[in-house]
């Protein structure tokens, strides 16, 4: 399993891996807001940490078929079936993969970017707080959303409408625990929804997902 | 260690294509299935290999014994050639990497991107993962496509070294590698019998 971590992380960092393409999509998202909404710092650094969140999700969003749709292009989806590791350990690698590459230069970029969005001070630790906490079930759904799509030619708009709306749950309630924290208001409830359906999810759907993939590699 | 197919009935794509397919695959021992495309010889191959469950029948003694080889090599063309098998040789338990390497000629090219051999060297490469699997029974779909005749030959070598340390084989392949000790199965015989298809694969 390590072995199979370690290979991911390297593909990823190597040319055409995709390690970054999340982070510049952020990036390009929190760059331009600012521009769109116009000179209204006030109106700016209220809608700061829902934009964070929503820049944190497409982001996630556009690097999920990369997940599992190589592997089953170059044949190694096959040969890891065929392997000694159980198909819940493989997704749960490459969901932890995707997070490692993709949710924690986010949750680490996230701070600086607010500064373009002028975010109120006390939002800051929030927000990396709650990115922290919902990135992971980010990475865990959109495994299982492609697992369901594995093997479908372009199947990545089929995968965005059955990924988003299972997102919204953990972007409302991610984007709660930042909002409240930045209006200094108490976050313990919403922060502990969003880590229960982080958890929740981790605990769940690795089984949904290695169930779907056994059924796709048919 | 023995692999026992008995009964054996397969469907691509929701059409039965095999029905009634048994053989014993013993230890040392070869078996070629043969047959005119679209047969089935790769579905029973996956069937054996586990990757799909079969309609009908048992594939007995194949848990955790199988190294399978299909048509795509499973290889990542930005990771090189000992990167690539290493990987494979720990997913499978394993740390060496050299015999395998040596036995398929590919010494030369270790350091050298996946992504930047010749067709025929890649396949050398998918080939020489089985060795570093440890698993006795090789499956092996279409093993020699795009291989010349001096890496057949290689390949022939390492199928004899590991029938001889007591593994065994099973392939589907159209050209004669030149291993006498192997038996041939012709699967024209077990081809299904049409029939109107029992339920819709489409949604199981």
């Known amino acids: 399993m390590r072995a199979l971590l370690i290979r991911d992380l390297m593909l990823a960092i190597r040319a055409g891996g995709g390690f970054g393409l999340g982070l510049a999509f952020f990036l390009i998202v929190t760059v331009l807001v600012p521009f769109g909404v116009g000179p209204q710092t006030e109106l700016l650094s209220r809608i700061a940490p829902g934009i964070l969140w929503?820049?944190?999700?497409?982001?996630?969003?556009?690097?999920?078929?990369?997940?599992?749709?190589?592997?089953?292009?170059?044949?190694?989806?096959?040969?890891?079936?065929?392997?000694?590791?159980?198909?819940?350990?493989?997704?749960?690698?490459?969901?932890?993969?995707?997070?490692?590459?993709?949710?924690?230069?986010?949750?680490?970029?996230?701070?600086?970017?607010?500064?373009?969005?002028?975010?109120?001070?006390?939002?800051?630790?929030?927000?990396?707080?709650?990115?922290?906490?919902?990135?992971?079930?980010?990475?865990?759904?959109?495994?299982?959303?492609?697992?369901?799509?594995?093997?479908?030619?372009?199947?990545?708009?089929?995968?965005?409408?059955?990924?988003?709306?299972?997102?919204?749950?953990?972007?409302?309630?991610?984007?709660?625990?930042?909002?409240?924290?930045?209006?200094?208001?108490?976050?313990?409830?919403?922060?502990?929804?969003?880590?229960?359906?982080?958890?929740?999810?981790?605990?769940?759907?690795?089984?949904?997902?290695?169930?779907?993939?056994?059924?796709?590699?048919? | 260690m023995i692999l026992s197919v008995r009964d054996l009935a397969v469907t691509r794509g929701g059409l039965a294509i095999l029905e009634g397919v048994s053989f014993d695959l013993a230890a040392g021992e070869a078996l070629v299935l043969r047959g005119p495309n679209g047969i089935g010889k790769t579905t029973l191959l996956r069937s054996v290999a586990g990757l799909q469950p079969p309609e009908q029948g048992t594939v007995t003694g194949a848990e955790d014994q199988i190294a399978y080889a299909g048509h795509s090599d499973g290889l990542k063309a930005m990771l090189s050639v000992t990167e690539n098998l290493r990987f494979w040789a720990s997913v499978f338990g394993l740390t060496d990497i050299e015999s395998a390497l040596v036995a398929f000629d590919l010494t030369e090219l270790r350091s050298r991107m996946a992504g930047a051999l010749s067709a025929g060297q890649k396949r050398r490469l998918g080939l020489a993962r089985l060795m570093v699997t440890g698993r006795p029974i090789w499956v092996l779909d279409e093993p020699t496509v795009s291989l010349d005749a001096a890496s057949v030959a290689l390949f022939a070598e390492a199928v004899r070294t590991h029938l001889q340390q007591g593994g065994s084989a099973l392939m589907a392949t159209h050209i004669d590698l030149g291993l006498e000790e192997a038996r041939v199965l012709d699967l024209t015989p077990f081809k299904a019998a049409p029939r109107a298809r029992q339920m819709d694969e489409a949604f199981l």
Request: charged letters at 10%; one cysteine or more.
């Open chain 1, 54 to 218: 929503i820049g944190a999700l497409l982001a996630c969003l556009l690097s999920l078929d990369r997940i599992l749709a190589l592997d089953w292009e170059d044949g190694s989806l096959d040969l890891l079936a065929t392997a000694p590791l159980p198909m819940e350990g493989i997704v749960t690698i490459k969901a932890l993969a995707h997070w490692i590459t993709t949710g924690l230069p986010l949750v680490l970029a996230a701070p600086v970017l607010g500064v373009l969005l002028s975010l109120p001070i006390p939002a800051y630790q929030w927000v990396v707080i709650s990115l922290a906490v919902g990135t992971p079930a980010l990475s865990v759904i959109g495994t299982f959303g492609a697992a369901l799509t594995v093997g479908i030619k372009r199947g990545g708009l089929l995968m965005s409408l059955l990924v988003l709306p299972l997102y919204v749950p953990t972007l409302i309630f991610g984007a709660e625990v930042a909002r409240r924290g930045a209006e200094g208001l108490t976050v313990q409830s919403p922060l502990l929804l969003l880590a229960g359906i982080s958890f929740g999810v981790m605990a769940l759907l690795p089984f949904a997902s290695a169930a779907v993939l056994r059924i796709n590699l048919r």
